[in-house]
């Protein structure tokens, strides 16, 4: 496959969530050179050792045929907490790859580094395995950074407005300048307009008073 020389030189996935019939099933591409992709099976309602170990192993095929790359696959318990299905298996991690013939490769255990087929991790690649699914790169989580920036600054110059500049003409003037009056208004109508964009961008801590 001919490496893209347009393609980022770094790229993070967006998490793929699928809903089954009693447990959520997350799966996310592989990060900071992580040789495989991880898939985790969040269960809703109560399930035996046996059911949650019969689906990780279905969930294994159909995902590593579908993306094709290793794959490491674990479970947790309504509760959160990590299920280890010591009862039924040597190990509560399941490993898998493609094969070349179409079939998949799944060993109950934990591999150490080099033992997994190693694909290449370079965007390029990543970007073809990975066809069709979100992501975003450095370069886009700086300009939000700095968009976020620029929603705090102009926040900060409403509430010096408001608390500080507004108050004092209004001592000034005095209350009773009907110049005054509309001014007022005025501030508090671009107030409720500016809190409400604020909400809608989810700037975080965007809230005005």
């Known amino acids: 496959m001919a490496a893209d020389d347009n393609a980022p ?4 996935f967006k998490t ?10 997350e799966y996310s591409p592989p990060r900071d050179e ?4 991880a898939l985790t ?10 059911e949650v170990a019969h689906a990780m192993e279905s969930e294994l095929a159909v995902w590593a045929l579908r993306y094709r790359f290793p794959l490491l696959v674990s479970a947790f318990d309504p509760a959160g907490d990590f299920m280890k299905l010591e009862s039924i298996r040597p190990s509560p991690f399941l490993v898998g790859w493609p094969n070349p ?5 799944s060993h109950w255990r934990w591999f150490e580094d080099g033992e997994i087929p190693k694909p290449p991790l370079d965007s390029a690649h990543l970007l073809q ?3 069709g699914v979100p992501y975003t790169t450095p370069a886009k989580i700086e300009v939000e950074i700095k968009q976020q920036a620029l929603g705090f600054k102009i926040l900060k110059w409403i509430l010096v407005l ?3 500049i507004v108050p004092a003409v209004i001592l000034i003037l005095g209350v009773t300048n009907p110049i005054v009056g509309w001014t007022t208004f005025g501030v508090s109508l671009l107030l409720l307009i500016m809190k409400m964009l604020v909400n809608r961008a989810g700037i975080p801590g965007g809230s005005i008073p």
Not at 9 to 12: D, E, G, S, Y
Not at 41 to 50: E, R
Request: net charge neutral; with cysteine; aromatic share 12%.
């Open 9 to 12: 030189k770094k790229v993070f």
């Open 16 to 25: 793929i969530k699928e809903v089954r019939g009693n447990y959520l099933a």
């Open 34 to 37: 992580t040789p495989y992709g």
């Open 41 to 50: 099976l969040s269960c809703v309602d109560p399930a035996t050792d046996p």
């Open 101 to 105: 013939d179409g079939t998949v490769e």
């Open 129 to 131: 395995v990975y066809k």
């Open 162 to 164: 408001v608390y500080v």
